[in-house]
């Protein structure tokens, strides 16, 4: 890759626009941009726009949307300081808080999490894959190498990360490593733990980085599911904590007596752990959101297929890393079923109150399998389909409709807007003829 344009360090005293960031149902990006003469005024007023106009983000009757910017979020551009952004809050215009907002969801979730005396902290693994070429047929569209998991980066990739890693620290998004994946040209970033509303903030940002630093050496940053058949997919992996409002200790760290001292955890962290397998099925949709989320669930791909845990089994939809014995205030649950295409903000209200859901109702978990253990005894197959995460975007969202708990977590508006807006994705893909049909079956 060939570097077009030299990131510059960024200054505060060069911003010229400023823009105004918010997040739709789906987790796509949105802003509208303003001078910076005009975020003072911004900061007092809010930022008025056409909610309507914005697929799934509101009805005609609420379009009236004012961007509320939250200062703690506002960022310079390393390379390009005549620009910023600062991301915001969607609020009516009486100024309550807009019930379509996934970042305002988030913050409810966090709120009633803690009623219950808890943070909540995450740290995800944001994989990805770098490709030559911007052809969208898959021909056309080849990794940047041929490495492998943990190799060294090549030439390819080395100076990409180099200002990856140097922009992350400009944009105060901290991480704690990163590094090639299995695939060629699959590469993974993990962000360092924090608040679930700055690891948020903290995961668009950090794919809006990547896109753009791509684009300029000339290559494409993907964070599609499974852009290519017989390799791994992409995922996010999201590690969880919950944090003690009264002195910040680790919920889930072991405690005297409890049954989960092989793992390090304590009775809140196992029940957590059950309730997040409770509504496995349930949060499925919102956690892998796309059609093409399902063809990573496929065994033998570090993916998980069953809903499980366990310690070692890279397959386990749920596992418990190991920690030092020296540090076991450091246990953390790590989910596997979500991927980078997720609305992150959505994606950490399902786990939340998921995890949630098993401390109130004091669940337990499951017997933990490890790898080369029996699987799920199941006595036909429509309960063994019990035990195993949906099979396909249409299998999710059933699963989804059916989870109450999901209505609670997400609010009833941006349910009935996300299951549209996936019915209808599923629908179209559905009704496509594809090229495997083709020819598969056109000579039948």
């Not at 995961?203 to 993907?222: C, F, S």
Request: with cysteine; net charge negative.
């Amino acid at each position: 890759m060939k570097k077009q344009n030299n990131s510059t360090q960024a200054d505060m005293s060069q911003v010229q626009f400023v823009h105004l960031e918010f997040v739709d149902i789906e987790g796509s990006a949105k802003s509208v941009t303003i001078p910076i003469q005009e975020l003072e005024a911004t900061q007092r007023d809010g930022r008025w726009f056409d909610g309507g106009s914005i697929g799934g983000f509101a009805r005609a009757s609420e379009q009236d949307m004012y961007l509320e910017p939250d200062m703690n979020t506002f960022l310079v551009y390393p390379w390009e300081p005549q620009r910023a952004k600062v991301i915001c809050d969607v609020a009516q215009p009486d100024g309550a808080p807009f019930a379509g907002s996934p970042r305002g969801q988030l913050k409810k979730s966090a709120a009633f999490a803690e009623t219950l005396g808890y943070t909540f902290q995450t740290a995800p693994e944001i994989e990805f894959f770098l490709l030559h070429g911007s052809d969208l047929q898959s021909e056309q569209l080849q990794p940047i190498d041929k490495s492998s998991y943990f190799d060294a980066f090549g030439e390819a990739s080395s100076a990409f990360w180099r200002d990856v890693m140097d922009s992350f620290a400009a944009l105060n998004i901290p991480i704690e490593s990163c590094h090639h994946e299995a695939a060629s040209g699959q590469f993974e970033v993990d962000l360092a733990l924090q608040n679930a509303l700055a690891s948020a903030d903290a995961v668009m940002t950090a794919k809006q980085t990547i896109k753009i630093l791509a684009q300029r050496y000339g290559a494409r940053a993907t964070f599609m599911p499974k852009p290519f058949s017989g390799v791994n997919g992409s995922g996010m992996h999201v590690h969880q904590r919950l944090a003690k409002l009264n002195g910040g200790a680790n919920a889930f760290a072991q405690e005297n007596g409890t049954d989960g001292a092989e793992y390090g955890l304590s009775d809140i962290g196992l029940q957590y752990i059950a309730g997040q397998i409770a509504h496995a099925q349930g949060m499925s949709a919102v956690l892998a959101p796309l059609v093409n989320s399902y063809k990573r669930f496929v065994p033998n791909h570090e993916a998980p297929v069953e809903i499980n845990w366990g310690h070692h089994n890279q397959e386990a939809m749920i596992r418990v890393p190991k920690v030092h014995s020296q540090r076991i205030n450091d246990v953390r649950i790590e989910i596997r079923s979500p991927d980078s295409s997720c609305n992150p903000y959505l994606a950490y209200c399902a786990l939340l109150r998921s995890g949630l859901d098993g401390v109130t109702r004091k669940l337990d978990p499951p017997p933990p399998r490890a790898v080369g253990t029996p699987k799920a005894a199941a006595s036909s197959r429509m309960e063994y389909y019990r035990y195993i995460l949906p099979q396909s975007l249409s299998e999710a969202l059933t699963a989804l409709e059916r989870d109450e708990l999901m209505t609670e977590a997400l609010g009833p508006l941006i349910l009935n807007e996300f299951l549209d807006a996936k019915w209808r994705e599923w629908n179209a893909y559905r009704l496509e003829v594809s090229q495997w049909e083709l020819q598969r079956y056109l000579d039948n």
